[in-house]
């Protein structure tokens, strides 16, 4: 055999452990990235309004909205550049690296002085929060065992909605004038994400580098050492005995992806699964960004709601978003994925609709406008993490974390990257029917993405990323 070729157990090993305290430690230090991001993109859609004020930075509604797609532009172009080096140099150096960035960009965002240097630091920390998403979500796939992928991806990609109640509550208090100056209070806002992370650097070190990721570059023995101490740590908190592997997978340590591999492997051998991919990522970009980052705008435009109250319809929002997937992701595991994503796609494209219609009619108010939108995005956002879960799990491991971020890149950048914009205009018309016309075409894409799932779903639930997706260098 060549001394390239590794003959190895470790995927099966790390898919047969039993949820234990590693796994919480992978959830929570990792998953913190989508809190993050739902702190960021919260604060901004609060402070939208207060933005506008000639006491701040005095930027117009179409501003507010090309801030928004700045911070996707960096999302778009920081996956892409920290996914290709995630694939290469490991996924615990990227995601150390990404959140050292968005320490720094989130921070300079609180001293920006005019819409331009609010831009450019939303773009850079949208970059961080790009290249946290690719590094993040192949290390957690890699690391969680095949029966409970589903359920504990739609989870952790839940937690964004955790940041969003969080940055609800703190603009509460943070945006009302009676307690803080108001050009102090927004700044302070984006302080938060920074204070954040610091916490989290303090426990995400001890992540080990993914054994998948270091068998696939020749670092076996790096890879036994990690496995078996955290089968150790396992068997004795768990008082335990884990039964031995029989099966071995072999594998190629010299193999050098090219993008010829990816070439082939995106447009070829996988077409059928990049065609889906693409579909839902489009879909629940527009979908969400094109309401979210303008909903403050909708309520003081709509429904003269105070710039300081936008935080109490934020709280329910976010609440409903982070039950959906808790609520509905073990189905993603037992009854599977191709159902219950084209459930969840066509569940929320049908309720946008309904909720949008009954906005141009004039039915609704602030508050039953925000508990049509929590019923909507309920099933919306297990939709939108199924989307991510179909990506880092149906291609093959060399290539996992640049998957991600291509097909985010493309699906957030064909999908979502002008969302915010025209739905800063259509808002600034104050015509409900061109409001309207926006939350129908979210919905058409959302109905589009629940028929190609039951036409191109992959029945990946309870299997290994090995099974579903054969990596490049077995043997």
Same mark, same amino acid.
């Given at each position: 055999?060549?001394?390239?070729?590794?003959?190895?157990?470790?995927?099966?090993?790390?898919?047969?452990?039993?949820?234990?305290?590693?796994?919480?430690?992978?959830?929570?230090?990792?998953?913190?990235?989508?809190?993050?991001?739902?702190?960021?993109?919260?604060?901004?859609?609060?402070?939208?309004?207060?933005?506008?004020?000639?006491?701040?930075?005095?930027?117009?509604?179409?501003?507010?909205?090309?801030?928004?797609?700045?911070?996707?532009?960096?999302?778009?172009?920081?996956?892409?550049?920290?996914?290709?080096?995630?694939?290469?140099?490991?996924?615990?150096?990227?995601?150390?690296?990404?959140?050292?960035?968005?320490?720094?960009?989130?921070?300079?965002?609180?001293?920006?002085?005019?819409?331009?240097?609010?831009?450019?630091?939303?773009?850079?920390?949208?970059?961080?929060?790009?290249?946290?998403?690719?590094?993040?979500?192949?290390?957690?796939?890699?690391?969680?065992?095949?029966?409970?992928?589903?359920?504990?991806?739609?989870?952790?990609?839940?937690?964004?909605?955790?940041?969003?109640?969080?940055?609800?509550?703190?603009?509460?208090?943070?945006?009302?004038?009676?307690?803080?100056?108001?050009?102090?209070?927004?700044?302070?806002?984006?302080?938060?994400?920074?204070?954040?992370?610091?916490?989290?650097?303090?426990?995400?070190?001890?992540?080990?580098?993914?054994?998948?990721?270091?068998?696939?570059?020749?670092?076996?023995?790096?890879?036994?050492?990690?496995?078996?101490?955290?089968?150790?740590?396992?068997?004795?908190?768990?008082?335990?005995?884990?039964?031995?592997?029989?099966?071995?997978?072999?594998?190629?340590?010299?193999?050098?992806?090219?993008?010829?591999?990816?070439?082939?492997?995106?447009?070829?051998?996988?077409?059928?699964?990049?065609?889906?991919?693409?579909?839902?990522?489009?879909?629940?970009?527009?979908?969400?960004?094109?309401?979210? /980052?303008?909903?403050? +705008?909708? *309520?003081? %435009? $709509? =429904? !003269?709601?105070?710039?300081? #109250?936008?935080?109490?319809?934020?709280?329910?929002?976010?609440?409903?978003? /982070?039950?959906?997937? +808790?609520? *509905?992701? %073990? $189905? =993603? !595991?037992?009854?599977?994925? #191709?159902?219950?994503?084209?459930?969840?796609?066509?569940?929320?494209?049908?309720?946008?609709?309904?909720?949008?219609?009954?906005?141009?009619?004039?039915?609704?108010?602030?508050?039953?406008?925000?508990?049509?939108?929590?019923?909507?995005?309920?099933?919306?956002?297990?939709?939108?993490?199924?989307?991510?879960?179909?990506?880092?799990?149906?291609?093959?491991?060399?290539?996992?974390?640049?998957?991600?971020?291509?097909?985010?890149?493309?699906?957030?950048?064909?999908?979502?990257?002008?969302?915010?914009?025209?739905?800063?205009?259509?808002?600034?018309?104050?015509?409900?029917?061109?409001?309207?016309?926006?939350?129908?075409?979210?919905?058409?894409?959302?109905?589009?993405?629940?028929?190609?799932?039951?036409?191109?779903?992959?029945?990946?639930?309870?299997?290994?990323?090995?099974?579903?997706?054969?990596?490049?260098?077995?043997?």
């Amino acid at each position: 055999m060549s001394d390239s070729l590794i003959r190895t157990d470790i995927p099966l090993r790390l898919d047969r452990l039993p949820w234990s305290r590693f796994h919480w430690l992978v959830v929570i230090s990792l998953g913190i990235t989508w809190v993050l991001d739902g702190l960021e993109v919260t604060i901004v859609g609060a402070v939208a309004s207060v933005l506008e004020r000639p006491d701040t930075l005095a930027l117009s509604s179409s501003q507010i909205g090309m801030a928004g797609s700045a911070y996707l532009a960096g999302a778009i172009s920081g996956a892409l550049v920290f996914g290709h080096l995630t694939d290469r140099y490991g996924r615990k150096k990227l995601f150390l690296l990404t959140l050292a960035l968005y320490v720094m960009a989130t921070s300079a965002t609180a001293f920006s002085w005019s819409f331009t240097s609010f831009a450019v630091f939303r773009g850079l920390t949208g970059a961080a929060i790009g290249g946290e998403y690719a590094a993040i979500n192949s290390a957690i796939d890699e690391l969680l065992p095949a029966r409970v992928r589903g359920v504990a991806d739609l989870a952790i990609n839940g937690t964004y909605w955790l940041g969003t109640a969080l940055g609800g509550v703190l603009t509460l208090y943070l945006l009302d004038p009676r307690l803080v100056p108001i050009n102090l209070g927004w700044r302070l806002s984006f302080g938060i994400g920074a204070l954040l992370t610091v916490a989290v650097v303090l426990v995400r070190r001890h992540v080990p580098e993914s054994p998948r990721w270091l068998i696939l570059h020749g670092r076996g023995e790096e890879a036994e050492r990690t496995v078996s101490q955290i089968e150790r740590d396992v068997a004795e908190r768990e008082g335990i005995t884990l039964e031995p592997i029989e099966r071995k997978l072999t594998i190629d340590g010299a193999h050098q992806v090219t993008f010829a591999d990816v070439w082939h492997v995106i447009v070829h051998r996988y077409r059928k699964r990049s065609v889906l991919c693409l579909v839902l990522m489009v879909a629940q970009a527009f979908f969400y960004n094109a309401i979210f /980052f303008t909903y403050s +705008l909708l *309520l003081t %435009r $709509f =429904f !003269d709601v105070h710039p300081e #109250r936008v935080g109490v319809y934020l709280i329910p929002f976010a609440i409903a978003n /982070f039950l959906g997937p +808790l609520v *509905l992701g %073990r $189905f =993603f !595991d037992t009854i599977g994925r #191709r159902p219950l994503m084209a459930f969840t796609y066509g569940a929320s494209g049908a309720l946008l609709l309904l909720v949008g219609w009954l906005f141009r009619q004039g039915h609704l108010d602030a508050t039953t406008q925000a508990i049509g939108f929590s019923l909507v995005f309920f099933f919306g956002s297990a939709a939108a993490s199924s989307a991510y879960l179909s990506v880092s799990e149906l291609f093959p491991i060399e290539l996992r974390a640049l998957a991600i971020a291509l097909f985010y890149c493309v699906g957030t950048a064909a999908g979502g990257l002008a969302a915010p914009a025209l739905f800063g205009a259509l808002i600034e018309t104050g015509e409900r029917r061109e409001v309207f016309t926006g939350y129908a075409i979210g919905s058409a894409l959302m109905l589009i993405a629940a028929f190609v799932s039951l036409w191109l779903g992959v029945a990946a639930e309870r299997r290994g990323l090995e099974e579903i997706a054969e990596p490049l260098s077995t043997r």
